[in-house]
């Protein structure tokens, strides 16, 4: 069963445009945090939020987390070719006394010079 | 600080093979794991650790195990290779405590059974 899912899977988009991406999921987790993947490479941490309705924003990033902590979204303002690459997100849970990250299904996101 | 260090990075093994993924971080972290990542999907955790001594299941942990003998290195094994164990492979760890906790990722080991 995937925990978190992610919209859309795919997107191919010109630069310049704006986008949104989500992350989906029944459950509620202490944190969530998003990572970008280029190829061959592993995961790169971008943020991390933790409070129900938290805004935060790295330069044309944008990520909110929703108020019950069950979802969030990533909006890119103005995408550039360097933003092409996998985007993550994983969510933080609480498991037989620790916690691990479960990780969505992944947006592959492509930006066109 | 060389962070995680994964090897080897890529590697091809037949049917009921053995093999063993390195993984090792100089930053003195705790929390270490192995995640694979099958084509256009995120990723799964196989087993994790909280510290040296310590390991646990995740998601997908038949075919593999692993030991954590000390807090640098965290070595995944696969006793017999089978092709649905081809996949991409990831190490990462991070600090103690549960909130606000990046982790760090190797480059990742490219696993192809045939």
């Known amino acids: 069963t995937q925990l978190l899912e992610q919209s859309p899977q795919f997107l191919s988009i010109q630069e310049g445009e704006n986008l949104t991406v989500y992350c989906n999921s029944s459950?509620?987790?202490?944190?969530l945090q998003w990572y970008r993947q280029e190829p061959g490479e592993g995961p790169v941490l971008l943020v991390t939020v933790v409070t129900g309705g938290e805004v935060k924003k790295l330069k044309r990033l944008t990520f909110q987390f929703g108020d019950a902590r069950k979802d969030s979204s990533l909006h890119i303002t103005a995408a550039q070719p360097g933003d092409t690459g996998l985007y993550l997100c994983?969510?933080?849970?609480?498991?037989?006394?620790?916690?691990?990250?479960?990780f969505g299904t992944g947006t592959r996101l492509k930006v066109l010079a | 600080n060389a962070g995680v260090t994964q090897t080897p990075k890529f590697r091809i093994l037949k049917i009921g093979q053995s093999m063993t993924l390195q993984c090792t971080q100089d930053?003195?972290?705790?929390?270490m794991y192995w995640y694979r990542q099958d084509p256009g999907m995120g990723l799964k955790l196989i087993y994790y650790s909280v510290g040296a001594g310590i390991t646990d299941k995740g998601e997908v942990p038949n075919g593999y195990n692993v030991s954590r003998s000390t807090t640098e290195d965290f070595p995944l094994r696969l006793e017999l290779a089978a092709p649905s164990q081809t996949s991409v492979y990831f190490c990462?760890?991070?600090?103690?405590?549960?909130?606000?906790?990046?982790?760090?990722f190797g480059q990742g080991t490219r696993l192809t059974v045939v």
């Open positions: 990462a760890s991070s600090y103690d405590g549960p909130m606000n906790t990046e982790a760090f």
């Open positions: 459950s509620v987790f202490s944190s």
């Open positions: 994983a969510g933080l849970q609480p498991t037989s006394g620790t916690y691990k990250y479960i």
């Open positions: 930053m003195n972290h705790n929390y």
